[in-house]
């Protein structure tokens, strides 16, 4: 995953770079604590498999599905957590974490929608805010079309969810329009699927304490995700 900014879990502490992981190329020199882990074969083989052009939706959705369930798990594990103490049925005492409460996610409408049912699997309860941004004809330049958050959001945690970045002027827009509604970048999680280089970069020098966690980074975007996902290719 690649990681950036300085977000972290409350009870938690900074740790150092594991074994396999690496710094990624073309993001040197763009800001503190980026980095990618090394990953599994079973993820790069996911990945290899919803790039094939030949793959059947089936194939694709159940691949992409997986690859959206460790990044939004992988996501809750940098949100904040408490201690508590249960009662097992046996009558004994455990001693376990919970979250903190005030979180929720932001889907980047429309692929990012894709992602909300992994987030929903994980945590049902969890509120999903919404935006829209599409390129101007004109202009080419992002705007905003559609904004629905939780009205508290200012207070919470945000998992901001789109799955391919490609130039990262989508997010950034989106990034601005939830600063408008009070949230800090410092508080802002990316899930991504997929970022390129120069997306990656972008959205770290515009927002450098934003967190982003992806699976792969790679020059070549798989802009397809949207379409094949949704069946409209």
């Known amino acids: ?3 950036s900014g300085s977000y ?19 993001l040197a020199g763009c800001g503190r604590g980026l980095e990618v882990k090394g990953l599994r074969d079973s993820v790069l083989g996911l990945g290899k498999l919803w790039r094939l052009g030949t793959a059947s939706r089936g ?20 949100l904040p957590y408490k201690e508590c103490m249960v009662t097992t049925p ?3 005492k455990y001693e376990g974490v919970k ?10 409408m429309r692929s990012g929608e894709a992602m909300e049912q992994g987030l929903r699997d994980c945590c049902r309860s969890i509120r999903i805010g919404k935006i829209l941004i599409q390129s101007d004809e004109e202009t080419q330049r992002a705007k905003v079309y559609y ?27 989106a990034v601005k329009v939830l600063i408008e509604h009070g949230v800090q970048p410092s508080v802002i999680i990316l899930l991504s699927l997929f ?3 120069h997306g990656a970069k972008s959205i770290i020098q515009e927002f450098p ?8 980074v790679h020059p070549v975007a798989p802009t397809h995700f949207g379409q094949k996902y949704f069946g409209t290719d």
């Open 59 to 78: 194939d694709f959705m159940f691949s992409a599905d997986r690859l959206i369930r460790l990044v939004v798990e992988e996501g809750l594990n940098q």
């Open 147 to 173: 904004a629905k958050f939780p009205p508290d959001i200012y207070r919470r945690k945000v998992l901001l969810m789109y799955p391919i970045l490609s130039t990262g002027n989508t997010v950034i827009e």
């Open 209 to 216: 304490e934003i967190t982003i966690l992806t699976t792969e």
């Open 1 to 3: 995953m690649i990681r």
């Open 8 to 26: 972290r879990p409350s009870s938690g502490t900074s740790k150092p770079r594991a074994e396999g992981e690496r710094e990624v190329e073309g």
């Open 99 to 108: 979250f903190e409460k005030g979180n929720c996610g932001v889907s980047i």
């Open 90 to 92: 046996t009558g004994y």
């Open 195 to 197: 970022s390129t280089p």
